[in-house]
């Protein structure tokens, strides 16, 4: 018997389209996949919007396609969140063009998979310099205009960390200091008006993440109790609740969107021949072991 397929939700069923006219949204990691989907969603209920990545021909395309696809207002602004001063231009660009910032979404991340004892230093920092320290660098760079617009942030984290999910050294460490740094800024920055929270996407389908670090033939609604995998849609609308104004007395929480799949998670490599024998697992996924 197959399950219930919970349906895609569609923003403009439940939230207003003007909903957020006349604010601005800086995000960063929104040239493709989960970001892309949020800013094009809140781009079509008003905001306009700066990207910023590192990609600077293939963040141009998407503000253009996100520009055509909601009516609404984008820039493109190439920067590496592991430095600040790239960030600073591009927040001084976004103040430029749109004279202030409302929301800010911390989702620039990198990811791949790797055992411990095949993560080298630079590998492991590499990966805590884009995910954490981008985050705090994206915060300072951008903080003192939410205080100005009493604004919100928004940063893009996972569940893997929950519990110790072999491969993910790196990335958990990251992740779980991102959800750390996200409270504290809600702690401190409360008291000014600035919100803090954090979103925790499970598996979502046609991501990079899902193509490049699951193995080939995983039927992850096996593992999800809500019958499907994620869409881009789902994480979008939860992103436009956290920024409106009916979470305005919401700061310093992780919502987990994943259709209730960390609590039942397996790993989705053979667990433990992957790690015993890293040859037998070799090719199943489109990633390096
Ligand atoms: N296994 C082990 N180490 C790896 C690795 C893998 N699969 N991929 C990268 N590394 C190591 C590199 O070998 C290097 O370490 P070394 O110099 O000791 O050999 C270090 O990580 C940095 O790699 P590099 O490619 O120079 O860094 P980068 O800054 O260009 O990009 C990432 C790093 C993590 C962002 C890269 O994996 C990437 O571009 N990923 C695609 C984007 C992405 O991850 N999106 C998120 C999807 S969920």
Same mark, same amino acid.
Do not use: Q, Y
């Given at each position: 018997m197959s399950s219930y397929k919970i349906p895609v939700?569609?923003?403009?069923?439940?939230?207003?389209?003007?909903?957020?006219?006349?604010? +601005?949204?800086?995000?960063?990691?929104g040239r493709s996949g989960i970001c892309y989907k949020i800013v094009e969603t809140m781009m079509s209920h008003g905001v306009d919007a700066a990207i910023v990545g590192r990609d600077a021909k293939g963040l141009l395309e998407s503000a253009q396609s996100l520009e055509r696809s909601t009516g609404s207002k984008c820039i493109a602004t190439s920067a590496d969140v592991r430095d600040p001063e790239q960030l600073g231009k591009a927040v001084k660009e976004t103040i430029d063009k749109f004279g202030k910032i409302d929301y800010v979404i911390c989702g620039a991340a990198g990811n791949f998979l790797a055992p411990i004892d095949n993560l080298s230093p630079r590998a492991f920092k590499t990966v805590i310099d884009i995910d954490l320290l981008g985050t705090y660098n994206t915060i300072k760079a951008t903080i003192p205009h939410l205080r100005q617009s009493h604004g919100a942030y928004l940063h893009i984290s996972a569940t893997l960390h929950y519990r110790g999910l072999p491969y993910q050294a790196h990335v958990s460490a990251a992740k779980a200091g991102v959800d750390a740094l996200s409270n504290v800024l809600a702690a401190e920055e409360g008291p000014r008006g600035v919100r803090s929270?954090?979103?925790?996407?499970?598996?979502?389908?046609?991501?990079?993440?899902?193509?490049?670090?699951?193995?080939?033939?995983?039927?992850?609604? =096996?593992?999800?109790?809500?019958?499907?995998?994620?869409?881009?849609?789902?994480?979008? =609308?939860?992103? +436009?609740f956290l920024f409106s104004p009916a979470a305005s007395w919401i700061t310093g929480t992780v919502t987990v969107v994943d259709g209730g799949e960390h609590h039942i998670r397996q790993m989705s490599l053979p667990y433990p021949q992957s790690l015993l024998d890293p040859d037998s697992v070799k090719g199943i996924i489109k990633g390096k072991l």
């Open positions: 939700p569609n923003s403009k069923h439940t939230f207003r389209d003007d909903l957020f006219k006349g604010k +601005v949204l800086f995000c960063t990691g929270n954090v979103l925790a996407p499970g598996p979502i389908g046609n991501t990079e993440g899902m193509s490049r670090l699951t193995p080939k033939g995983w039927k992850p609604e =096996n593992d999800i109790p809500l019958g499907r995998i994620g869409d881009t849609s789902d994480i979008a =609308n939860a992103a +436009v």
